[in-house]
């Protein structure tokens, strides 16, 4: 013990005083942290968990609050909507909707359908909303009636909209049968041309 106290020599480790056993557990024993990662889905890791807790409390917001149960069944409704009206792999969803819960029925459902989304802040200034949606080129956007008056016009013909809060809507979701794009169909590789590889890139380069 008093040799392990004294100042290390010039050059020399003063990790000298752990044992071989101690500094193998620090160096090796401990940093041992690599895992098999399954290759899986978002909707995937969010069903398997609707499936393991469908009572429990996925996502609050004021006075409305959902079950991983409900979200997921919501969600998987809207993502069959989306689907019918071309949302899939390599296609772009615009979410433009206040923070709610409502927002993440949207993500989700977007995600559930296949495509990539872009979140989009209606609170944000206009030209950055017109900037961001000019530049990406969604295919479709998702919406709610106090949002989109935000919306701006879009040169060469404005995407289809989703109005999640349209009356009109709830009886087309009601009708549709929650599901999501299979994940074979989900791995198909993305263009370098599509709107879902310009949304990364251009999200890599910071300039949303």
Known sequence: MANSLRPA??????????????LGRLLAGWNE???????????ELFEAQAGRAPGALAVACGDVALSYAELDERAGRLAAYLTSLGAGPERLVAVVMEKSAEVF?????????????????????????????????????????????SLPAVAGGAPSRVVLDDPLLAGKLARQEPGYVTALRRSSRIRHT???????????????
């Open 105 to 149: 029925v949207a993500w989700l459902g977007a995600a559930k359908s296949g495509a990539a989304f872009l979140p989009v802040d209606p609170a944000y200034p206009a030209e950055r909303i017109g900037f961001m949606l000019a530049d990406a080129r969604p295919d479709l956007i998702v919406t709610t009636m106090a949002a989109a008056p």
């Open 33 to 43: 942290t690599a895992r098999d990662v399954p290759q899986v889905t978002l909707p």
């Open 9 to 22: 020599p010039s050059g020399e480790s003063a990790a000298r005083a752990l044992t071989p056993a101690d």
């Open 194 to 208: 599509s709107s879902t590889h310009r949304a990364r890139r251009e999200s890599r380069r910071g300039r949303w």
